[in-house]
């Protein structure tokens, strides 16, 4: 694998990912994995038989905890006994839909959760570097049509975006309170855009919905077919994160503070923009609109400000919104033809790190 950015650092270091059974984090931990680190994943069983960590053999390849964030006792005792230098915090309840039918269970994983990952770090003097994930929606959005800078008034109408916010807040009183004077650590939180690839087949999100649709030969039906989103290819984020950790890692207190990882500002599209580019690279299908079975709230308008990243840290997205459509819907024909998922994920990535724009 090509590696860019000085990412070997990561190379033998002890890395603790939290959500590594989800979509973001089991494409973080096989990344890890190909820079050759020794990674720990702590999460929730995954939910599906065909969950990118399933599909992946992933527990094969690195050590898996099964483990709840809610439970400081059991994720303190892996870290005890792991002492990891870096820490990948993604673990979370990350539908916004399904905070409206389990408000107390978004809270308590997505603030008390994280309140357990930012106590255990402080009670842990080997870690080095915490990359805290939080989301685009903790945002107060006003639906304007710029981009939100890492400075802006925090807020949620909706219990997920609500949760991401004071998962924020909570994570800039241990900052203060406790991190700033630890020299060696270096924290983080960082805000991604709307990432799609192949592994993600969670209810109610656009590209696992399209795929249903079009391997089922069905139209593909959408809600909010004019609601704007920063779609990106969960590469795209990752590479954001993992160049923040080998910064911090080196210069602890220089990088630490808020980052946005978004896509260009060209490349924001709607809704129904990435369902017709989805239909075009799977080769066929139809869209039917309809109109929401809930009048729940939905932001129509959302994209971030990524300059701080582009000026301060050499990041740059290196595939556009075509090249990221095409990569995930690849992902998704090579899998239903037979091929494995861990050759063709395995591909991406050194595709991705291989880019002649890197």
């Known amino acids: 694998m090509v590696i860019k950015h000085n990412l070997s650092i990561l190379k033998g270091k002890r890395v603790l990912v939290t959500g590594d059974t989800g979509f973001k984090g089991s494409w973080l931990c096989m990344t890890l994995r190909e820079l050759g680190a020794d990674v720990v994943g702590y999460a929730l069983p995954p939910g599906r038989e065909d969950d990118h960590f399933n599909l992946l053999n992933l527990d094969r390849l690195i050590h898996h905890v099964n483990g709840d964030i809610r439970d400081y006792s059991c994720f303190k005792r892996v870290v005890d006994e792991f002492r990891p230098e870096f820490l990948f915090h993604l673990a979370a309840q990350a539908l916004v839909r399904l905070s409206y039918d389990e408000p107390k269970r978004t809270f308590d994983t997505n603030i008390a959760g994280s309140v357990n990952i930012l106590e255990a770090v402080r009670n842990n003097e080997s870690l080095r570097v915490l990359i805290y994930v939080t989301s685009d929606k903790c945002y107060r959005n006003r639906e304007w049509t710029w981009g939100y800078r890492e400075n802006d008034e925090l807020g949620g109408r909706d219990p997920y975006s609500s949760s991401k916010a004071a998962a924020e807040l909570v994570f800039d009183a241990y900052v203060d309170s406790y991190f700033r004077q630890r020299e060696t650590l270096g924290a983080v939180s960082v805000r991604a855009g709307n990432v799609i690839g192949g592994g993600d087949w969670a209810l109610d999100r656009i590209v696992p919905d399209c795929i249903h649709s079009l391997r089922d030969s069905l139209p593909v039906t959408l809600r909010?077919?004019?609601?704007?989103?920063?779609?990106?290819?969960?590469?795209?984020?990752?590479?954001?994160?993992?160049?923040?950790?080998?910064?911090?890692?080196?210069?602890?207190?220089?990088?630490?503070?808020?980052?946005?990882?978004?896509?260009?500002?060209?490349?924001?599209?709607?809704?129904?923009?990435?369902?017709?580019?989805?239909?075009?690279c799977w080769g066929s299908g139809d869209i039917r609109i309809i109109e929401p079975d809930i009048p729940l709230h939905e932001a129509r308008l959302l994209h971030l400000c990524c300059d701080k990243a582009h000026q301060f840290l050499g990041w740059h997205p290196r595939w556009n919104f075509e090249r990221t459509v095409a990569e995930t819907v690849t992902w998704y024909k090579e899998i239903i033809a037979g091929t494995p998922a861990s050759s063709i994920t395995r591909q991406q990535i050194t595709e991705y790190y291989g880019s002649d724009h890197a």
Request: proline share 9%.
């Open 224 to 280: 909010n077919p004019v609601s704007t989103r920063p779609w990106q290819h969960v590469l795209e984020p990752l590479s954001g994160y993992l160049l923040l950790a080998t910064k911090l890692y080196e210069t602890p207190k220089e990088f630490s503070g808020a980052w946005n990882f978004g896509p260009q500002s060209d490349d924001i599209r709607t809704v129904l923009n990435l369902s017709q580019e989805i239909i075009r």
